[in-house]
């Protein structure tokens, strides 16, 4: 039973343009979202994180999006750069009875960002 | 800053036979994760320490799973017997105080191959 989701497992986008990677969730006791980039032989790294009482949150390129209603969230790159080239990672806290759960992490999408 | 440390980088054994790795955290970091990502897949949590003493090991396999952090500081993880199934990067990673609102820093990991 995969509580989160990242659908497409990989995406490719011209250097310059907007990358859009997507993730869905399942689970309505998630209370913060993270998003991780991974480059090959090495571990992911935190990137931008979201409270589920927020629909934004925007760092330099890097904003992400929540939806609620729709169990959604987006990480929108703009402009895209080819060192952007890696595999993302969505994760998901749970919040049970005042009590943090630890991180669930979606498949990844590999993204490619062309010259 | 100093990352996340963990030793071996890599490691083929055969099945059956046992393993260990070695995870060193950030200074300070009182929590610390073990995560097995199989190849395909995003991380699993296997176990989380604070400090020396175990907060969550309700997916480690503990008939051939093990894991200790005696001194609240290093940790290690041990496969014995081990099945090819077992075969993924093995990531540690710390946080301050297990609060994940601004993500776990991991290390590169050390990927295993089981033949």
């Known amino acids: 039973d995969q509580q989160v989701k990242q659908n497409s497992p990989s995406l490719s986008v011209q250097e310059g343009r907007i990358s859009i990677l997507n993730c869905d969730y399942t689970n309505s006791m998630f209370d913060y979202f993270l998003w991780y980039k991974k480059y090959p032989a090495e571990g992911p790294t935190f990137l931008i994180s979201i409270s589920s009482i927020k629909d934004k949150n925007e760092d330099g390129r890097f904003t992400v999006f929540l939806n609620k209603s729709a169990k959604h969230l987006s990480l929108h790159i703009v402009p895209s750069q080819p060192g952007d080239s890696a595999v993302y990672f969505c994760a998901a806290r749970p919040y049970y009875g005042g009590s943090q759960g630890n991180l669930i992490f979606g498949k990844g999408t590999k993204l490619s960002v062309k010259p | 800053e100093a990352g996340v440390a963990q030793s071996p980088r890599y490691k083929i054994i055969e099945k059956r036979q046992s393993v260990a790795f070695w995870c060193n955290p950030i200074?300070?970091?009182?929590?610390l994760y073990w995560y097995q990502q199989i190849l395909g897949q995003g991380p699993k949590l296997l176990i989380q320490?604070?400090?020396?003493?175990?907060?969550?090991d309700s997916q480690l396999p503990k008939d051939r799973f093990s894991a200790e952090r005696l001194k609240g500081v290093d940790s290690t993880l041990k496969i014995q017997p081990a099945k090819l199934e077992d075969s993924a990067v093995y990531l540690c990673?710390?946080?301050?105080?297990?609060?994940?609102?601004?993500?776990?820093?991991f290390g590169s990991g050390t990927r295993l191959t089981v033949v």
């Open positions: 200074s300070g970091h009182a929590t």
């Open positions: 990673a710390s946080s301050r105080t297990g609060d994940s609102n601004y993500g776990y820093t």
């Open positions: 320490f604070q400090n020396n003493g175990v907060v969550d």
